[in-house]
């Protein structure tokens, strides 16, 4: 082991910064992390232990204890779920003769659940030693049974298994444009920097992770930071359950990304960029790395690039498994090695990001349409959309409908238009921008797609009336709680509380002051916690209560006060210290009120 | 002359670079807080000290302190989130104040008779958590840790040293420290460390000291946490 680690340790040049990384090589090696690895990186890194442990414990790919040689991970995605993954995940663990959370005890495979892995389209899904598994069925999952029982090494697995499509089902604006390689580069330089970061003004082009700050201003303010040393970072960790444009984008068009990710840098003056790519698509690393080589020996990545005296390159950085690490300031963390804890605000990442240099981080939907616009102007681009939402936006649209896949539409399209457009009939409601957004009921379909209604970065999830509310509710506030990254109290605790509460109302144990209890968690949640996270976490409750309050009051017993624990329960040591059990020494839980 | 902020409506004046819980103690104004410390670099995480910035929300003791802005403090919503903030950390961790030997001298326990705090109002969790005695001198007791890094901050700002780290992710967080046994007895804390005196809770504790002074005459035993607060930070931070 010694060897394996030093070498590795060498190959990042010692540096902690590539720690995730490093981690990453480990866990693949060994399945686990290694006491003495730990011991030993510390050495190598000048890193106290105590960073390297506490990083290895905040990200859920990377562990400990052993897992098997075979780690088995199905999303738990409420469209996986839709999918019938319960049943499968059972009808697996069988098969494997594991529990779900648990290492076989011959150590050869492993089980357990995920956040959303971004095959929504094609689930259920999962992850095998971090390559994604898609379309799982009884068949599929006889075979990977098979295969894991045989010890076949993961290269000799049918490729079918691994096949991931790209579903592109309504191309527009930006989808239809196939650019060639260095055309928006080239036309910026003969435009010049200025006009072209003036073209991006006109664009109106907004951030398209959802937030939506205005790019060329994002671009403007840091290119005018005194600190030189700056960096471009594309934020491809789209964890949103129900979100896969980016691994499309990725896939398709990731010349296109790179492209605006050097043109930002052409503007700004940066010289690095990092591509952070969530760890559950490991499957396009190989690909990327690739067509970053080809981008070099085409001069237009490396030095000299376009023979204009820039100089710029991209590396990949790999995610961990923590959806946290979507958000800006976290994913700065995480890419400096460290664990993923949004930082406070101010200093914003323009003026202080990766290693508290100026740093423009966009969502890879951002850079690409940067690229076009780079292209054909300004106007192009702003010519679509409405007055405050300029442009397309590209869709992930799931769930029930008959055509799951990417749309891509002009902002301002109604939530209807795209529902007939995937064939989606008899629907309850729509989920809109992922678990943080909004669920909009089957009488607001007039509503738009634009920042200043319905805003999204692109999750777009479909319920019929087959559905239940409350569970998929329930299963939003499982994940938040899970993905609290733990650093305030109002989410740490909140997101915690908040799955108690509603597991209590949903399970029929709720009485009257229960609802309300309920909604006065979210609003503190909402207004106290420190990042987006905590801040959209109680949405699936708040935004459902909104709309289906009867939903939730009918879930409550018809008594004033159910005691938050079992009463008999409690009783179960009296009874056998005094070698009792006759009626007397029985309590009832609640005298119901008829 | 000079800039200012008004908070709940008077006149606040703030220097440069001054954060809005720094110009607030050295105008007398006491804001809620458990994880900052005025020596040390803030954290922002207990969120205690959330006050409203012109009708935003922003924790005090991290927002830079800016002319024209209008703070809330002291309003009976932000006391209210604050009372369950305070909750929360309770249910979360396993804190019987009658049978803790910090009882008194706790700022967890002070801050929540400042703002009230009559029950638990959440269910409690009941975590399993351990305790490391190993140490000669100094204890950890984890079930009484709020994670607010004060002896993190401490010991490598101050001691110059690297004895504790918070791990995990959620409510999984915990505190470990710098050994590889993972046990203090293993590590370079000594008694005399700033980081060994610096919780606000019960969890790191000087052995062997325990009664010295006696029930009835510890700090929070007569006095509010904010007068004490105000009495100890208001001259350094209105240098």
Redesign the interface.
Same mark, same amino acid.
Request: with cysteine.
């Given at each position: 082991m010694t060897k394996f680690i030093q070498d590795l340790a060498e190959t990042h040049r010692y540096q902690s910064t590539h720690l995730l990384d490093i981690l990453r090589s480990i866990q693949t090696h060994y399945h686990y992390i290694p006491?003495a690895a730990i011991?030993q990186l510390a050495e190598l890194l000048k890193t106290?232990? @105590?960073?390297i442990?506490?990083v290895v414990?905040?990200?859920s790919f990377f562990h400990l204890s052993p897992h098997g040689e075979y780690e088995i991970l199905i999303s738990d995605s409420i469209t996986d779920h839709m999918l019938g993954k319960k049943s499968l995940i059972d009808y697996l663990s069988k098969k494997l003769n594991v529990a779900v959370g648990e290492v076989r005890q011959d150590g050869v495979v492993s089980l357990d659940n995920t956040s959303c892995t971004g095959m929504c389209d094609q689930g259920p899904a999962g992850l095998v030693n971090g390559h994604a598994l898609t379309h799982l069925d009884h068949q599929r999952i006889d075979l990977i049974t098979d295969l894991i029982n045989q010890q076949k090494p993961l290269n000799e697995w049918p490729d079918n298994l691994f096949l991931v499509e790209d579903n592109i089902i309504k191309p527009g604006l930006l989808l239809n444009q196939s650019i060639n390689q260095g055309s928006a580069l080239q036309a910026t330089f003969k435009r010049g920097l200025k006009e072209t970061l003036s073209e991006l003004e006109q664009s109106g082009l907004r951030g398209r992770g959802g937030a939506g700050f205005k790019t060329a201003t994002k671009w403007k303010f840091c290119s005018e930071e005194p600190e030189t040393l700056r960096y471009v970072v594309c934020n491809a960790d789209e964890g949103e359950p129900g979100t896969f444009k980016d691994r499309v984008l990725l896939n398709t068009y990731a010349h296109q990304v790179f492209e605006g990710m050097t043109l930002c840098a052409a503007i700004i003056e940066a010289q690095q960029g990092f591509l952070y790519l969530r760890g559950e698509y490991l499957h396009l690393y190989e690909k990327l790395q690739g067509i970053l080589e080809e981008r070099r020996q085409a001069g237009l990545l490396g030095n000299n690039i376009l023979k204009q005296g820039m100089n710029f390159d991209i590396e990949i950085c790999l995610g961990a498994g923590?959806y946290i690490c979507g958000e800006e300031s976290a994913l700065i963390e995480s890419l400096e090695g460290k %664990?993923g804890i949004p930082r !406070?605000r *101010?200093p914003y990442p323009v003026t202080q990001g990766y290693l508290d240099k100026p740093t423009v981080v966009n969502n890879v939907e951002t850079f690409m349409a940067a690229a076009s616009i780079a292209i054909n102007g300004g106007a192009w681009f702003a010519n679509i959309g409405t007055e405050k939402s300029k442009g397309t936006k590209i869709l992930s649209i799931c769930g029930d409908c008959a055509r799951p896949g990417i749309y891509e539409y002009p902002f301002g399209t109604s939530i209807q238009t795209v529902l007939d457009d995937c064939g989606a009939s008899d629907v309850l409601g729509v989920q809109i921008g992922g678990p943080s957004g909004t669920f909009i009921a089957n009488h607001e379909f007039k509503r738009q797609l634009a920042f200043e209604d319905l805003a999204t970065g692109g999750s777009f999830i479909v319920f019929d009336n087959s559905r239940n509310i409350l569970e998929i509710v329930n299963n939003f506030i499982h994940f938040f709680? $899970? +993905? =609290? #990254?733990? /650093? #305030?109290? *109002?989410c740490?605790?909140?997101? =915690? &509380?908040l799955k108690?509460q509603l597991d209590k109302i949903i399970e029929g144990h709720g009485s009257a002051g229960d609802v309300v209890a309920l909604e006065e968690l979210c609003q503190?949640i909402k @207004?106290?916690? $420190?990042c987006g996270l905590g801040q959209t976490a109680a949405n699936p409750v708040l935004t459902t209560l909104e709309r289906y309050p009867e939903l939730y009051q009918s879930q409550l017993k018809k008594i004033s006060y159910e005691p938050?624990?079992d009463l008999d329960g409690a009783l179960e040591t009296a009874r056998r210290l005094a070698k009792r059990n006759d009626a007397g020494a029985h309590l009832a839980q609640v005298e119901e009120e008829s | 002359m000079s800039k200012s902020i008004t908070i709940d409506g008077n006149t606040v004046p703030f220097e440069e670079g001054q954060t809005i819980m720094e110009a607030a103690t050295a105008a007398g104004v006491y804001i809620p807080h458990l994880c900052h410390h005025l020596e040390f670099a *803030?954290h922002? =995480? #207990?969120?205690?000290c !959330?006050v409203k910035v012109n009708g935003r929300?922003c =924790?005090a003791c991290? /927002? *830079?302190a800016m002319e024209g802005q209008e703070v809330l403090n002291n309003t009976q919503e932000l006391t209210d989130?604050r009372q369950?903030?305070t909750q %929360? &950390?309770f249910? +979360?961790g396993n804190h019987f104040c009658p049978s803790c030997e910090k009882t008194g001298n706790c700022q967890l326990q002070a801050v929540a008779y400042h703002l009230n705090m009559l029950d638990d109002h959440?269910?409690l969790?009941f975590p399993t958590r351990k305790v490391d005695a190993s140490h000669a001198e100094v204890m950890i007791d984890h079930n009484r840790c709020? /994670?607010c890094t004060l002896c993190v901050r401490a010991s490598q700002q101050k001691d110059g040293k690297?004895v504790?780290?918070?791990?995990?992710?959620?409510?999984?967080?915990h505190l470990?420290? !710098?050994a590889?046994s993972g046990l203090l007895k293993d590590t370079d804390i000594e008694a005399t460390d700033q980081a060994a005196h610096i919780c606000p809770t019960g969890a790191i504790l000087i052995k062997h000291t325990a009664y010295q002074v006696p029930i009835g005459e510890r700090i929070y035993d007569h006095k509010q946490i904010d007068q004490v607060s105000l009495e100890k930070e208001h001259d350094q931070h209105g240098k």
């Open positions: 006491e011991e106290p232990r @105590t960073q442990i506490s414990e905040f990200y923590a %664990m !406070n *101010p709680a $899970h +993905e =609290s #990254c733990g /650093f #305030c109290t *109002p740490r605790v909140g997101t =915690s &509380l108690k503190l @207004t106290q916690s $420190h938050g624990f | *803030p922002g =995480s #207990c969120k205690l !959330n929300v =924790s991290t /927002f *830079p989130d369950k903030i %929360m &950390l249910v +979360e959440y269910p969790f709020i /994670f690297d504790f780290a918070i791990s995990g992710r959620g409510l999984k967080k470990i420290v !710098n590889q």
